[in-house]
């Protein structure tokens, strides 16, 4: 550790150019993993909060929420507890009112008294007709306000807001399901759904009409969900790779121009192993100090964005990029070994 220590303050120049780098590739990884999640977080983070496992969709609908519609008196019996049990109608529209622009939102049908209810940010749950809970992702809303949805004139008083609550990017107005019934269908009879969703040890049989999904089916089938998420991960593995390329091209070079130096060293008996072990403390302390600055940077950068950016920050997902980012480092340097443990004594001093 001493002799890494030493070799590292004797050329500062030449590892901070590599402690640059590292910090570069570490911040460009941890912003693209702060977009990632932010946008997947936005896809997902209402059914993320219903904490259910199932849900149950129609055949027709190719796993698609968004296309599915399910006669309520086709839905299968319930084995277990029924609380475990919930009815959601689905439907993308539009709200406006005064002093409000067109804002896009996802609007949920549910039942108030299941466990598809949101958290509330503030406000109440909806007692009676026309009364619904929006996300506070709709700019300008507020308790009280009235509103419209998808253009029907028909005036919806917001009573609850929630906070992140999205479904496939845009914030979620919850409704009750006769309210939903009538904005889609025309009438408060509750005859039509689009899904009945599961959580616990309530379970049903799948039929010839019914497809059963698990959550997480149900959300990579989101419109532009799936690939998002396979972009950055490519992305954001390539990025690793390459880091491991660099760091090993630059101590590559160094070993190289050190290699009469190495040669001293071996004459004074000084084994090749020792000289290992300190290329390899080196790469630890260039790649520490590189992915430091990057968490530094992706932190001044999360205060720094505005909130219109989908951004979020995922500790466990850093805690990992960070760890395979330092063994990447680590890996890039293992290039250098075979160069070192070659290194004969009297050829190098006589290169020298």
Do not use: C
């Amino acid at each position: 550790m001493y002799l890494a220590l030493k070799e590292i303050k004797h050329a500062k120049l030449r590892y901070s150019l590599i402690i640059f780098t590292i910090f570069l590739i570490a911040y460009l990884i941890y912003f693209l993993t702060g977009l990632a999640y932010g946008l997947a977080n936005n896809n997902r983070s209402a059914i993320d909060q219903w904490h259910a496992k199932e849900v149950i969709i129609s055949q027709y609908a190719n796993k698609n929420l968004a296309a599915s519609e399910l006669a309520v008196a086709q839905l299968p019996p319930v084995s277990g507890d029924q609380k475990d049990t919930a009815q959601l109608g689905q439907m993308m529209g539009v709200v406006s009112g005064t002093g409000l622009s067109k804002q896009n939102t996802s609007i949920f049908g549910i039942a108030f008294d299941t466990f598809l209810k949101p958290e509330l940010q503030t406000g109440r749950y909806p007692q009676k007709a026309n009364e619904v809970v929006v996300d506070d992702g709709l700019q300008g809303v507020k308790l009280k306000q009235q509103i419209k949805l998808n253009g029907h004139q028909q005036q919806y008083t917001i009573v609850g807001i929630t906070n992140n609550h999205r479904y496939n990017t845009q914030p979620v107005t919850y409704l009750r399901l006769t309210d939903f019934s009538q904005l889609r269908y025309g009438t408060p009879q509750v005859t039509r759904i689009s899904a009945f969703v599961l959580k616990g040890k309530a379970h049903v049989k799948a039929t010839n009409q019914l497809t059963k999904l698990t959550i997480s089916q149900m959300i990579n089938k989101i419109p532009g969900y799936g690939p998002q998420v396979k972009t950055f991960a490519l992305m954001i593995s390539a990025l690793l790779v390459i880091v491991a390329f660099i760091v090993g091209i630059f101590m590559y070079i160094i070993t190289i121009e050190k290699t009469a130096i190495y040669g001293v060293m071996r004459a004074q008996g000084i084994s090749g192993m020792q000289l290992v072990i300190s290329l390899m403390w080196q790469s630890i302390f260039l790649g520490v100090i590189g992915i430091g600055l990057g968490l530094l940077g992706n932190v001044l950068t999360t205060i720094g964005l505005p909130a219109a950016v989908p951004y979020t920050n995922n500790p466990e997902l850093i805690s990992l990029f960070s760890g395979v980012l330092l063994i990447m480092t680590v890996v890039g340097a293992l290039f250098s070994i075979w160069r070192i443990l070659k290194i004969d004594p009297l050829d190098a001093i006589g290169g020298a």
